[in-house]
């Protein structure tokens, strides 16, 4: 069942150096994209990708797995954010993320290639789509649950620890409260241990 607010996160994109597919983009050509692509699909909510890259360009609607919701620069990596959907194939991307799978993303677009692998001016930025190999090894993403009820460690996912405290305390007796405090911490402390 799909959790709500499960987001991924992580690089996006990375320039100026070459990936796996041969392709080096440019910082500069893709600063210009990225605002673009913020201006024109992310801040009017049409910021989609899809599961796998398809073959054609557009974005297929029965085949949206997410919504990208930030990109900001960081040297010369794009740093993104995505809210997984509640579409078929977003719930067959949080499964495999519940279930422990490191996603990649990609990029999508248009644009010339010249023979030594670098991206032209021409470049277009379509969307950033999930992958299982991302051509950028920095590409995998890390899960964040932002219901505040959980968080995901190392493919697992554990109920936010400030909830545990909250239901320790709510359980101790309201009369002379102090007596309790140390024994509910080391409660609390030995649960996140376990």
Do not use: W
Not at 60 to 72: K, M, V
Not at 119 to 140: R, Y
Not at 147 to 156: M, P, T, V
């Amino acid at each position: 069942q799909l959790i709500k607010s499960c987001y991924i996160t992580g690089p996006f994109i990375v320039t100026e150096e070459k990936n796996k597919n041969g392709r080096v983009y440019k910082k500069d050509t893709m600063l210009k994209e990225v605002e673009s692509f913020i201006n024109t699909k992310i801040s009017k909510n049409r910021a989609a990708g899809e599961l796998n890259h398809p073959e054609s360009p557009s974005i297929n609607l029965e085949r949206i797995s997410h919504y990208i919701t930030e990109l900001s620069c960081q040297d010369n990596i794009f740093m993104g954010k995505a809210k997984i959907a509640s579409t078929p194939m977003g719930l067959v991307a949080q499964t495999l993320i519940k279930d422990g799978y490191q996603l990649g993303v990609s990029t999508r677009g248009l644009g010339s290639v010249s023979d030594d692998g670098e991206v032209g001016d021409d470049f277009k930025l379509i969307t950033v789509d999930l992958v299982s190999d991302p051509s950028c090894h920095q590409a995998l993403m890390e899960a964040l649950y932002e219901n505040k009820n959980y968080f995901l460690k190392n493919g697992e996912i554990f109920e936010e620890p400030t909830k545990k405290l909250e239901e320790s305390f709510s359980k101790m007796p309201k009369k002379d409260a102090e007596g309790y405090l140390v024994e509910a911490v080391r409660q609390f402390i030995h649960s996140l241990r376990g």
